[in-house]
């Protein structure tokens, strides 16, 4: 169920197809990564395709995709990433203000061509991260286009390419300065008394 490239550190897992049928849109995008220069590249492309629940669920990482769980938990990866697509009706919620009051979870913040970027569930980002770790989200369109498609694939090898935390927010704040400083606020909002 997981695929290893390359050897040593930093182990990055990279996971998608996190529920329902959104394997159909993600999994190949991880299916195609090349071996990372340096470091590990685990991949789960299909964590699972049943009936959706949701990551904010308290019951996702337990009892609907324990094999996730039991994943993070056996490699302890400092780099982890999600690969999550969604629908058009979803958009206006992901990117809401409301999102933290609602769910407790910042608002993705759009970077180019409907990519959004966003924190991983606090039901994993708190018990099984250091607050350096890098966890991030990423949400694509289902049906995306090929400028969407060729940003998402960019932003995967930077992620299958970086060290670190640092590293990543240096490459994003170079490329995304706007997108980065308001990805940045909101995680020190929600993470940042764990400093
Ligand atoms: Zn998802």
């Not at 932003?155 to 980065?180: D, I, K």
């Amino acid at each position: 169920m997981i695929q290893r490239f390359g050897s040593g550190d930093p182990v990055r897992l990279f996971v998608a197809g996190l529920h329902g049928d959104e394997w159909e849109t993600t999994s190949a995008l991880l299916e195609q990564l090349s071996p990372p220069d340096t470091g590990t590249l685990l991949i789960m492309p299909k964590v699972s395709d049943n009936e959706y629940l949701s990551t904010l669920d308290r019951d996702y990482y337990t009892t609907y995709a324990p094999h996730l769980r039991e994943a993070i938990v056996t490699y302890k990866p400092p780099i982890y990433l999600e690969l999550h697509c969604y629908s058009k009706e979803s958009y206006p919620a992901l990117i809401g203000d409301g999102r933290f009051e609602r769910y407790g979870v910042p608002a993705y913040i759009e970077i180019e061509a409907g990519i959004l970027m966003g924190s991983v569930s606090p039901r994993v980002r708190t018990d099984f991260f250091t607050p350096d770790n890098l966890c991030v989200s990423f949400e694509m369109p289902r049906n995306p286009l090929e400028q969407s498609l060729s940003v998402i694939r960019n932003l995967l090898n930077v992620v299958n390419e970086c060290w670190s935390r640092q590293g990543f927010v240096a490459y994003m704040s170079q490329h995304y300065p706007e997108q980065t400083a308001v990805a940045v606020k909101n995680y020190l909002q929600f993470y940042g008394h764990l400093y």
